[in-house]
């Protein structure tokens, strides 16, 4: 049985940093992209941020490339998310994500298992 438990979310500044972690478990993840999604009240859950599981490349979506970093802990079954600068408009859900192959795909239908979410909310 996969898991993925989410932690780190909570309240920040406009302009403020945060790291959201993801603790994966219940099979091998070599194969695995690694992937981050958030969901604002009211909107379709959108595509944040990719890892691969075994080289760690990673895969942005335009709204937070410069301001958010993914990686992940091979050994320790970790992934992180590390954004900078953070704005309004990035309060949401985040909800870390697995699927196996690429990982450039940035829809949400395309991943196969999911965290229970953690909520982040930026202040003006």
């Known amino acids: 049985q996969v898991q993925l438990v989410e932690s780190g979310g909570g309240l920040v500044q406009a302009g403020g940093s945060m790291r959201l972690s993801c603790a994966a478990s219940?099979?091998?993840?070599?194969?695995?992209?690694m992937g981050w999604f958030r969901q604002a009240p009211g909107k379709e859950r959108e595509f944040v941020a990719s890892?691969?599981?075994?080289?760690?490349?990673?895969y942005f979506a335009d709204s937070v490339k410069r301001r958010f970093a993914i990686s992940r802990d091979y050994a320790k079954n970790m992934v992180w998310l590390q954004a900078y600068n953070l704005k309004p408009e990035d309060t949401a859900v985040y909800y870390c994500?697995?699927?196996?192959?690429?990982?450039?795909?940035?829809?949400?239908?395309?991943?196969?298992?999911w965290g229970q979410g953690t909520q982040v909310t930026v202040s003006s």
């Open positions: 994500a697995a699927r196996r192959g690429s990982l450039r795909f940035e829809s949400w239908t395309r991943y196969d298992y």
């Open positions: 890892v691969n599981w075994t080289d760690a490349s990673t």
């Open positions: 219940g099979r091998t993840f070599s194969t695995y992209a």
